[in-house]
Nanobody
Framework: QVQLVESGGGVVQDGGSLRLSCATS??????????MGWFRQTPGKGREFVAA????????RYANSVKGRFTISRDSAKNTGYLQMNSLKPEDTAVYYC???????????????????WGQGTQVTVSS
């Protein structure tokens, strides 16, 4: 089992920045690396993919809506992932979730169903 705890959410003005953190704990060493991802959800809608980073940190993927504004990263020594969000817009307002899965197959995937472990979410509100 892997536990994920997000932090760093809050209220920011249009054009501002926030950095989300995702601290992992529990059984993080199984012989397989784990992919980390960020998703977001607004009321009445399903979770939307935001970004994902491979177990090595070398490969990253972003939703078109955040490309060029958000940066995903990870510090394996600290078992922590990050989502740096710049040039925030009101439409970025959502609950942001950190997620992870052990990449047993060695294929970098980013669908919501691929992720086995989820954090509790952190609210990000961008005011206009």
């Amino acid at each position: 089992q892997v536990q994920l705890v997000e932090s760093g959410g809050g209220v920011v003005q249009d054009g501002g920045s926030l950095r989300l953190s995702c601290a992992t704990s529990g059984r993080t060493s199984t012989g397989y690396g784990y992919v980390m991802g960020w998703f977001r959800q607004t009321p009445g809608k399903g979770r939307e993919f935001v970004a994902a980073i491979s177990e090595s940190g070398r490969n990253k993927r972003y939703a078109n809506s955040v490309k060029g504004r958000f940066t995903i990263s990870r510090d394996s020594a600290k078992n922590t992932g990050y989502l740096q969000m710049n040039s925030l817009k009101p439409e970025d307002t959502a609950v942001y979730y950190c997620a992870a899965y052990y990449n047993v197959l060695g294929v970098f995937r980013q669908d919501e169903d691929d992720f086995d472990y989820w954090g509790q979410g952190t609210q990000v509100t961008v005011s206009s």
